[in-house]
């Protein structure tokens, strides 16, 4: 029974495990337990319980499910011959049912120390995050299940677990099978640590340029997309890419990594041939007329449009802009516990980053801007953020999703040479 929870617990886990991979190096990824508001897999995974020291859980929740299965796998005790002699026999069966009740001791010891993490967990997505992961679910179920069943049928108690271990660790060790399992196991556990994605890995990653033919498709497919005219004067830039964007959502966190490369080696090449501007599309019904309700986690957007739009008349949009980044997962998560609390919170660091003292008197002066563009968006039907336009030209994959960077960087290109040719 426990080998069967700890292998449908490594099913579980490294499901996680692969999601969370997924949902770091493919921003356009959506996860299938991704199913609503309240059970989103992303959004736990993200949060600040879904690693520790930037390794996920979900990994760290395969390695604990493979470790009780090879214990259980090794503790296959056996009844003794029924040749043998009584006395043998017992003698026999009681060597037997040391070392079993050895193994199951060691079982219900790393069991209760999951145990413990999954209700830490458990109680950080119930009350903290208010979301649940179905596949967080499942390995919780499993450890329940070896904690329960290794508790049941281990009559050794854990205080003899440091006296035994060592002398089984020694009779192990004289085991060649054993000696394999455990090398491959220790590998593969670091390895697995070592290079497993950090967050914003996909971004920092140079992406590979593609192929001239897969360029000629691309800007075959570009010029036949429509154009509109966003009203946005150029300036002498040859290129006008325009965002629509909400400072609490994590793609847009995300392309602004992924693109920044792109637009500072134009910014270096050819200074002034791109125009880069940015529209707020907060996804809070307070401030966005065009939605109906507030995507929960973004309580604290209006006020974090705002206080951009503070800073850019200070000169410090570029802090701004770190801090909302910084703590955006913070803040997507004040927001889900409802009430002010994002939002109050993004006042705190208007202040402390830009030393405003009367936020709300200012942000009814920001309104009115922010409002223009969030009209601009509703007349151009943006139902995501990001949403980019380059030259009137939205920037999407068939998908409706943001453009990867390389693929960034051949529209903006075609534009310069569509501009050099007239």
């Not at 600040?48 to 493979?66: E, K, S």
């Amino acid at each position: 029974m426990i080998l069967g929870f700890s292998l449908l617990g490594l099913a579980f886990a490294g499901a996680s495990a692969w999601v969370h991979y997924r949902v770091l190096t493919d921003p356009h990824y959506i996860s299938p337990c991704d199913i609503n508001a309240k059970f989103n897999c992303t959004q736990v995974y993200l949060s600040r319980f879904g690693t520790v020291q930037g390794v996920p859980v979900a990994l760290g929740g395969v390695i604990w499910f493979a470790l009780v299965a090879l214990v259980a796998g090794f503790a296959k005790p056996t009844p003794p011959p029924a040749s043998a002699s009584v006395q043998g026999a017992a003698a026999d069966k009681s060597t037997k049912l040391a070392a079993a009740n050895s193994s199951g001791a060691y079982i219900f010891a790393l069991a209760t120390i999951g145990l413990a993490a999954i209700l830490y967990l458990g109680y950080a997505s119930l009350f903290v995050l208010k979301t649940y992961c179905v596949l967080c679910l499942g390995t919780y179920v499993s450890v329940i299940g070896i904690f329960v069943t290794s508790g049941l049928t281990t009559p050794v108690g854990l205080t003899r677990v440091p006296v035994r271990l060592l002398g089984d660790l020694r009779d192990l060790m004289r085991k060649p099978a054993f000696m394999v399992v455990a090398i491959l196991y220790i590998a593969g556990a670091a390895s697995a640590v070592a290079f497993f994605p950090r967050e914003g890995a996909q971004a920092a990653a140079a992406p590979a340029a593609p192929s001239a033919d897969m360029e000629k498709l691309f800007a075959d497919a570009w010029a036949q997309q429509p154009r509109v005219d966003l009203g946005i004067p150029a300036d002498g830039a040859k290129v006008v890419v325009v965002k629509f964007n909400d400072w609490l959502c994590p793609s847009c966190k995300m392309a602004a990594m992924m693109y920044q490369p792109v637009l500072d080696k134009y910014q270096k090449d050819a200074p002034g041939a791109v125009k880069y501007v940015i529209k707020d599309w907060p996804w809070n019904a307070d401030c966005n007329f065009n939605i109906t309700a507030t995507i929960h986690g973004h309580e604290g957007a209006c006020n974090a449009a705002a206080a951009v739009r503070m800073a850019r008349d200070r000169g410090k949009a570029d802090a701004m802009i770190e801090w909302l980044f910084t703590n955006q997962q913070r803040l997507g998560e004040l927001g889900l516990r409802g009430g002010p609390a994002a939002a109050d919170a993004v006042k705190q660091g208007a202040q402390e980053v830009l030393g405003v003292t009367d936020f709300d008197a200012e942000y009814v002066k920001k309104l009115p801007e922010m409002r223009r563009d969030i009209a601009d968006g509703g007349a151009l039907k943006v139902q995501s953020t990001p949403t980019f336009f380059i030259n009137g030209v939205r920037a999407a994959d068939a998908n409706g999703n943001y453009l990867p960077a390389q693929w960034f960087d051949v529209a903006i290109k075609l534009e310069i040479a569509k501009a050099a040719a007239k």
